[in-house]
């Protein structure tokens, strides 16, 4: 069982709607639905009445709806308990990341960091980034003066599994330049496109304010700079 499906459920009992709890929950239809298809096998009961409009929680989901709320709280207070408790000594971090994110620009950036700021140590956790790169591939399609003629062939939430389908010669895919630098240089991919279809992404970091670690400060102050220097 995933957390992510309890709160998928939540949103759905709050928003009685499959399309609308997707939105919120920045997922397809299709995957939100399968993933409470996930829930229901795992407690071995149906949550959700699909056949009334608007879809209602059957006494199963309304008994489930009345704890999940609580299970979420215990879960998510205990892991930030457990996590300041266990913080790396030293300089350290603990960092949040998508896995294209954590893959493919934390390693440099980390050994940038420690270059600068003597040795730095991190524990990366990651979350899903489910649909991310998803969303902005919609935005392009949306932007697009044309509707490109293009027909599902696979879907992931892994940049990392997409690209190895196309290097294997199974169709084309919209993905993080930082996931195939290598693949472009030694031209095993090319672009299939315009500049049309490039998206530029920004990426931000957050910190937690409760933390007031003085080597975080410090790192805080450095990224601080680094940003007013590239204006």
């Not at 690209?163 to 299939?192: H, N």
């Not at 601080?224 to 204006?231: K, Q, S, T, V």
């Amino acid at each position: 069982m995933e957390i992510k499906w309890i709160e998928d459920f939540i949103a759905l009992a709050q928003y009685q709607s499959f399309s609308r709890a997707a939105e919120f929950r920045n997922v397809t239809q299709s995957g939100f639905s399968r993933r409470i298809q996930s829930l229901e096998q795992w407690i071995g009961a149906e949550l959700i009445d699909r056949s009334s409009f608007p879809p209602v929680l059957t006494p199963a989901g309304q008994l489930f709806r009345e704890v999940a709320d609580d299970i979420l709280a215990k879960l998510f207070d205990t892991r930030a308990i457990i996590r300041t408790e266990q913080r790396i000594a030293g300089k350290s971090l603990q960092i949040a990341a998508g896995h294209t994110i954590a893959l493919n620009f934390l390693p440099a950036w980390l050994k940038a960091l420690s270059a600068r700021l003597g040795d730095v140590r991190a524990r990366v956790i990651p979350y899903t980034n489910t649909s991310y790169f998803g969303r902005c591939l919609a935005l392009l399609l949306a932007r697009a003066s044309d509707a490109p003629a293009l027909q599902l062939h696979y879907e992931s939430d892994m940049a990392e599994v997409l690209k190895k389908l196309v290097v294997e010669g199974e169709g084309v895919a919209w993905l993080p330049k930082s996931a195939i630098t290598a693949e472009l240089a030694a031209g095993d991919l090319v672009p299939a496109g315009g500049t049309a279809w490039h998206l530029q992404i920004e990426l931000r970091v957050y910190r937690d304010s409760s933390n007031r670690s003085e080597f975080l400060d410090t790192l805080w102050h450095h990224l601080r700079a680094g940003a007013a220097a590239l204006g």
